[in-house]
């Protein structure tokens, strides 16, 4: 089993930036791909980034490359996503989870997930 709780949402102004973090329960993090999704109102949840657990591999959604840069601490059993020149479009939930195989842009692939913490930019 793992526990996953975000921390680091709020509120920022257009071109702000926010890091949020996961933390992770569980003394097998370090065997987990980690996962940031969003979710908007009335949205489907969408991909955002993932990372393998050795931090070897990370994919992103075209819309954050270049702006959103995730990371993981496997000592510290934690998974972060800094988040850059942010626009109004990102405004959402963002929850982070956790799966050992499969696609890792596919949500219904993840097995774990966080409560999510809400990210809003305002214009």
């Known amino acids: 089993q793992v526990q996953l709780v975000e921390s680091g949402g709020g509120l920022v102004q257009v071109g702000g930036s926010l890091r949020l973090s996961c933390a992770a329960s569980g003394r097998t993090f370090g065997s987990y791909v980690m996962g940031w999704f969003l979710q908007a109102p009335g949205k489907e949840r969408e991909f955002v980034a993932a990372?393998?657990?050795?931090?070897?591999?990370?994919y992103y959604v075209d819309s954050v490359k270049g702006r959103f840069t995730i990371s993981r601490d496997n000592a510290k059993n934690t998974v972060y996503l800094q988040m850059n020149s942010l626009k109004p479009e990102d405004t959402a939930v963002y929850s982070c989870?956790?799966?050992?195989?499969?696609?890792?842009?596919?949500?219904?692939?993840?097995?774990?997930w966080g409560q999510g913490t809400q990210v809003t930019v305002s214009s």
């Open positions: 989870a956790a799966k050992q195989v499969g696609s890792v842009r596919a949500a219904t692939g993840y097995n774990y």
């Open positions: 990372i393998s657990w050795s931090g070897g591999s990370i």
